[in-house]
């Protein structure tokens, strides 16, 4: 049966229509209303949320982790609506997102499983000391505690796993937060009904309706007013730089300010060592093509530029890349909007003076073509636009002239979330020279691969300096993602009947 949105804000456990509506804008079929937000409704969802989190807040591990799994079987069970709406609105194939659906329900159980071992509480104990001179020591404990309503900010490219039910709301759910999501307006309908299936868990597992809610998008007044109310305590984000800048801002200038977790993007550079360029150049540059175009290269971990030597084994290595790209078909992009900007990204790039283009693809209104740039360390280092991201399936080919000149390249780079190296046995003390450089700039450092897959484990990092996140010391993937939501709390000679149950 086919899933039809209704468009409306789902606010403290009910379904409320807004009196403004516009149309959805799918790639595929019908558009359908969409009520606009308002930071009336950003009011009465916030408060909600703040009234839940008296009760959630302070439920046990085992009651969240029950309340996360019955999302997962909520979503799942939704799993052909999802996808089939789910590809109307953004173009995206129906394997993608059953794969991304995967991940989503895979996470909220992980999540699960995280609390119920307890370890992200990180508890410590250390005893009275009544005698110690000159002064005794108090009994003192600590743990991890939860901070309160959280706002999340769906993501364009993620509809699932960066959205409504993804990453940011499992973990402030998982804390102990009651969330509160700002619909993308890229996909409300999948937004919709995934905002269903967490209702349906909330009555199952007998939450409070506050718990969580979801206010459709429409203008930039309702993501300000989310991030400005006084009960919002966190911001959780994936989107643009200067999107993310100036919400992070106004989190900043709020009378308290507070945390804004923002993943903002990252042109995720890719550094080939000689010996492997020499062996295996060819091979390299037709991966990296597979993974630069990879969902019209819509990815925030998108490899936009690779580094090289000049030479014959470098030659080897753009050929391969270029010919693989020229065989890749222009690809719908999730809007209107990102295609424009990715246009007019390419164009910004083709424009700066020492760049090559050695391939370039026309496409429709809504569609990418891949597209391929070359140019030497000298010109990228006196070009910004070099180095800034361009969302889309589009590569930057950086020839240098030896190791020093790489060196001088790492050591320019701005935050990323993460830095490739491709390297053979014989380029083991190449990497270990430009080891220390890369691992201050990305949080995660990966060889012999490509960044586009994010594993959802206890050692992954999805952050990195700025301006790739707002927090370096933040990861919005992995279990850890947990503890973005939670504050140390030290309880000092309290009596053991009133201590917080998980001490």
């Known amino acids: 049966m086919t899933f039809q949105p209704h468009g409306k804000h789902l606010i403290d ?229 200067a999107g993310g800048r100036a919400l992070f801002d106004l989190c900043a200038a709020r009378p308290e300010p507070i945390p804004f977790f923002g993943e903002l993007g990252s042109v995720n550079p890719m550094f080939l060592l000689p010996e492997a360029v020499a062996a295996r150049g060819a091979e390299i540059g037709a991966g990296w093509a597979g993974s630069l175009s990879m969902g019209a290269g819509q990815f925030c971990t998108n490899p936009g530029i690779a580094v090289v030597a000049k030479g014959a084994a470098g030659d080897a290595f753009v050929a391969a890349a270029r010919a693989a790209l020229a065989e890749v078909a222009p690809q719908v992009m999730l809007t209107e909007g990102i295609a424009a900007a990715y246009r007019a990204g390419s164009a910004r790039m083709a424009q700066v003076p020492g760049v090559e283009t050695l391939l370039h693809g026309e496409a429709g209104s809504r569609e990418a073509a891949a597209q391929l740039f070359e140019t030497d360390a000298a010109s990228y280092l006196a070009s910004e636009v070099l180095s800034e991201e361009v969302f889309g399936p589009l590569g930057l080919v950086l020839r240098v002239a030896d190791a020093e000149e790489m060196a001088k390249v790492a050591q320019s780079l701005a935050g990323q979330l993460t830095v490739t190296l491709q390297m053979d046995a014989g380029d083991a003390a190449a990497a270990r020279a430009l080891l220390p450089i890369l691992e201050r700039k990305a949080g995660r450092v990966l060889v012999n691969g490509f960044p586009t897959g994010v594993e959802v484990c206890d050692a992954m990092v999805h952050g990195g300096p700025y301006p790739a996140s707002t927090n370096f010391g933040a990861t919005s993937v992995g279990t850890l993602a947990i503890r973005r939501f939670l504050r140390p709390v030290c309880y000092q000679n309290l009596p053991e009947e009133i201590l917080p149950a998980d001490l």
């Not at 364009?156 to 709301?169: E, K």
């Open 13 to 241: 456990g009910a379904w409320q229509a807004g009196s403004e509506q516009v149309p959805s804008d799918p790639v595929v079929g019908p558009a359908h209303p969409v009520s606009v937000g308002t930071p009336a409704h950003v009011a009465r969802a916030c408060e909600a949320a703040e009234a839940a989190f008296w009760s959630y807040g302070y439920s046990s591990r085992a009651q969240r982790a029950a309340f996360l799994r019955r999302i997962a079987e909520e979503i799942d069970a939704r799993g052909a609506e999802i996808t089939e709406i789910g590809t109307r609105e953004t173009g995206l194939p129906g394997a993608r997102l059953e794969g991304e659906r995967g991940r989503t329900c895979g996470q909220l159980r992980l999540f699960a499983d995280h609390i119920e071992a307890g370890g992200y509480l990180d508890r410590r104990h250390d005893t009275a000391l009544p005698e110690r001179a000159p002064l005794p020591r108090p009994d003192l404990r600590m743990i991890q505690r939860p901070i309160g309503p959280v706002a999340v900010f769906g993501a364009s490219n993620f509809p699932l796993a960066f959205s409504t039910a993804g990453g940011d709301t499992a973990a402030a759910l998982a804390a102990g937060c009651p969330v509160v999501v700002k619909g993308h307006g890229a996909h409300p309908g999948t937004g919709e009904i995934v905002a269903e299936a967490i209702l349906a868990a909330i009555r199952a597992c007998d939450m409070p309706t506050g718990v969580f809610s979801m206010v459709q998008g429409g203008t930039r007044e309702v993501g300000q007013a989310l991030v400005q109310h006084p009960l919002i305590k966190a911001v959780g984000f994936t989107g643009s730089l």
